[in-house]
Nanobody
């Protein structure tokens, strides 16, 4: 059974930082594409960052480039998202996602495995 469990969300003031974690089980972690997506009510999930199989296969949404860093620890089956210089626009539910890499890995529809999400709230 595939399970993805996010943690690390919370409430911070603008300019603050958070580090999200996602522990993955039930699939070959090192062989899958992994990503973080954000969702706000009434809006589809949008890309945050994607980590492919290779260490250089990383993609960020333009809105988070230079502020967010995605990384993974294959020995712990854990995906991370370090978020710095947070703004109120970063507020939302953050979901961890995993699936076989397809070449369309920035798309929400490319992922069949999702966690329950962790809430990030940034106040001004």
């Amino acid at each position: 059974q595939v399970q993805l469990a996010e943690s690390g969300g919370g409430s911070v003031h603008a300019g603050g930082s958070l580090k999200l974690s996602c522990v993955v089980s039930g699939l070959p972690f090192a062989e899958y594409c992994l990503g973080w997506f954000r969702q706000v009510p009434g809006v589809e999930r949008e890309l945050g960052a994607i980590a492919g199989i290779d260490s250089d296969s990383i993609t960020y949404a333009d809105s988070v480039k230079g502020r967010f860093t995605i990384s993974k620890d294959n020995s712990r089956n854990t995906l991370f998202l370090e978020m710095n210089d947070l703004t109120p626009a970063d507020t939302g539910m953050y979901y961890c996602a995993a699936d076989i890499c397809t070449g369309f890995d920035t798309l929400e529809s490319s992922y069949n495995y999702w966690g329950q999400g962790t809430q990030v709230t940034v106040s001004s």
